[in-house]
């Protein structure tokens, strides 16, 4: 092979080399940082480092309404929760997230009982759907793509379960290109099965932040059942440690 051939040929070789080095980092620059999104998702859910919100939960059967519960949530930081019921026949119930921990306490027993996210609450809504909100704690997410819901442009995040206190094994979670906003929710057990899908339906301004004021979660498996969650009055608060320890003897 003469020298100007393999000249020719080397120059060729880095040519396409670096073509495919930018054609890498341009498509690694255009999709978009699933981390960042999921982040920035959350606090559309957890305004503030410490806060209470009160939740309205509204369970409806073939459309119509069937009970109504309300609940009174502290959470401080992103492992620690504490559910007052505040409903006049659940009075004295609290639920207690610590970590991957979580405990109901009923006014009849002793001692709490060890629960698990996942477990129901009420209606088509578990634990988790109220005590556990921060998803970038619980989950790895992969960004798939964009597509719409309705005429909303949305991103398209996969999340995988990271943490044993997870609520849920898989998520397809749609967030609104515009501000990462939660559009639309796909709930999967560890088996595969598609459990449950959420609507996040009405947002308000509370204290400044714009929180989520209306999520709608549909259950798969019996179609004709769905519960309503309201939140209102979200509050920055400071909250003190003793709230979420496990073993408080005054819980009642």
């Given at each position: ?80 929760t504490y ?44 634990n988790g ?15 798939l793509r ?107």
């Amino acid at each position: 092979m003469s020298n100007v051939n393999r000249i020719l040929r080397s120059f060729l070789l880095l040519f396409l080399l670096s073509f495919l080095l930018t054609c890498a980092l341009v498509c690694r620059a255009a999709t978009p940082d699933a981390e960042a999104l999921l982040k920035r998702s959350d606090a559309y859910r957890n305004g503030w480092p410490a806060y209470v919100v009160e939740v309205k939960i509204t369970d409806y059967e073939a459309g119509k309404s069937d009970e109504e519960h309300l609940y009174e949530v502290s959470q401080k930081g992103t492992d620690k929760t504490y559910v007052e019921f505040m409903s006049p026949r659940e009075k004295g119930r609290h639920l207690l997230m610590v970590g991957d921990d979580m405990w109901v306490y009923l006014p009849d027993t002793s001692r709490p009982v060890r629960i698990t996210p996942l477990e129901r609450l009420t209606g088509d809504a578990s634990n988790g759907d109220v005590a556990r909100t921060n998803y970038a704690v619980d989950y790895s997410p992969v960004y798939l793509r964009t597509e719409k819901v309705g005429a909303t442009e949305c991103h398209v995040l996969e999340l995988t379960a990271k943490r044993k206190g997870a609520t849920y094994q898989r998520i397809l979670y749609w967030l609104r290109t515009e501000d990462a906003r939660p559009v639309r929710a796909e709930f999967y057990l560890t088996s595969g099965k598609h459990i449950k899908s959420a609507t996040f339906d009405e947002y308000q301004p509370y204290n400044g932040k714009m929180q989520l004021h209306k999520l709608t979660l549909y259950d798969e498996i019996r179609h004709n059942s769905h519960s309503v969650l309201e939140y209102s009055g979200a509050a920055p608060r400071t909250l003190p440690d003793k709230l979420f320890y496990q073993g408080r003897a005054d819980r009642f």
